[in-house]
């Protein structure tokens, strides 16, 4: 599995940005999709991940601003990301999680840039 992240940027607060991850490999080995991040100084934390049956979860910061979603056919993840503040600033890494096996794929990882 090959994840290539991109739409990453510099943004000015309250702006929207969306990155996409195509993903080569058999689509029917995915458990879930979806994105981390890590700022500067920081762990990496969750921002949303999606799984097969559709159903997402989202890290408390960005709940009600990011929107995750994913085309099976194209095999990409996405993610929206409006109302962007500076706290957003940080490496975005699109992340996939085998079937089975539950092995984490990265990708390499897209910055975001938020100006105040």
């Known amino acids: 599995v090959q994840l290539q992240a991109s739409g990453g940027g510099l943004v000015q607060a309250g702006g929207s940005l969306r990155l996409s991850c195509a993903i080569s490999g058999n689509r029917f080995l995915i458990h879930a999709r979806g994105w981390y991040r890590q700022a500067p100084g920081k762990q990496r934390e969750l921002v949303a991940i999606?799984?097969?049956?559709?159903?997402?979860t989202y890290g408390d910061s960005v709940k009600g601003r990011f929107t995750c979603s994913r085309d099976s056919v194209k095999n990409t993840v996405y993610l929206q990301m409006n109302n962007l503040n500076p706290e957003d600033t940080a490496v975005y890494y699109c992340?996939?999680?085998?079937?089975?096996?539950?092995?984490?794929?990265w990708g390499q990882g897209t910055l975001v840039t938020v100006s105040s």
């Open positions: 992340n996939v999680v085998r079937r089975g096996s539950l092995h984490n794929y």
């Open positions: 999606i799984t097969g049956d559709g159903s997402t």
